[in-house]
C-alpha cells in the first residue's frame, strides 16, 4: 500500500505562486507515474501534469509554461510549481501515483486564485 500525502494549498491572489507537495511512503523510483490532477466544482477531473520515475514529464495545454512537476528522490517528494495562476486554476488538486498498475491518491488540496 502507498500513501499519499498532500499539502501546500490555499489562497492566492491572480499572477501570484504556489507550490503543492505529495510525500510518498515508498521511495519515488518505485513508482512509475506520479501526477496531479484537479477538480473544479461541476466539471471532470482532469490531469494537470505528470512525471515518469525516469523523469519524463507531461503537461496540458492550459498549464504548460507556467506549473512544473519535479521530484525530490531524497525526500520521497513530488512538487506541483505554479506560477502566474488565475482563477481558472481554482480547484481541489489530487496527487496520484501508479505502481504495478496500482493507483493511489492523495486526499486533495484546495487551491483558490482570487482577488
Known amino acids: 500500500q502507498v500513501q499519499l500525502v498532500e499539502s501546500g494549498g490555499g489562497l492566492v491572489q491572480p499572477g501570484g505562486s504556489l507550490r503543492l507537495s505529495c510525500t510518498v511512503s515508498?521511495?519515488?523510483?518505485?513508482?512509475?507515474?506520479m501526477g496531479w490532477y484537479r477538480q473544479a466544482p461541476g466539471k471532470q477531473r482532469e490531469l494537470v501534469a505528470g512525471?515518469?520515475?525516469?523523469?519524463?514529464?507531461n503537461y496540458a495545454d492550459s498549464v504548460k509554461g507556467r506549473f512544473i512537476i519535479f521530484g525530490d528522490n531524497a525526500k520521497n517528494t513530488v512538487y506541483l510549481q505554479m506560477n502566474s495562476l488565475n482563477p481558472a486554476d481554482s480547484a481541489l488538486y489530487y496527487c496520484?501515483?501508479?505502481?504495478?498498475?496500482?493507483?493511489?491518491w492523495g486526499q486533495g488540496n484546495q487551491v483558490a486564485v482570487s482577488s
Open positions: 512525471r515518469t520515475s525516469g523523469g519524463t514529464t
Open positions: 496520484t501515483g501508479v505502481r504495478a498498475r496500482e493507483t493511489y
Open positions: 515508498a521511495s519515488i523510483f518505485s513508482i512509475n507515474y
